[in-house]
């Protein structure tokens, strides 16, 4: 078995249906993998999490260009780990996972 240690959590919410418990890990660890590719890293995805956090409460004006180019990369990273998550599972409609600092 491998054990996974990371500073985030990716839960898989709101499946319809009955989903065996080894298939939803295996589409939360997909997505997990596919988002630290794209981002570079668990650390990376980590800090890109506590930004966006903090940027939730900040006014437009505040946001530099920094950050907005991590909106942008966060972006495309959860596009293509949504992919690789849901692969293997088929349609499921309203589900979503959800990504939190552990």
């Known amino acids: 078995m491998e054990i996974i240690e ?5 839960t898989l919410r709101d499946y319809p249906g009955e989903l065996p418990v080894k298939e939803r890990i295996a589409a939360e660890v997909r997505y997990a993998k596919a988002l630290e590719k794209q981002l570079g890293g668990p650390e990376q995805v980590a800090a890109a999490l506590k930004t966006m956090t903090s940027l939730e409460d900040s006014a437009p004006e505040v946001v530099s260009a920094g950050d907005l180019t991590l909106l942008k990369t966060w972006g ?5 780990a949504k992919q690789a998550g849901f692969r293997d599972l088929g349609e499921g409609d309203g589900a979503y996972f959800e990504v939190r600092l552990a």
């Open 6 to 10: 990371s500073t985030y959590a990716v």
């Open 76 to 80: 495309k990273a959860s596009v293509a």
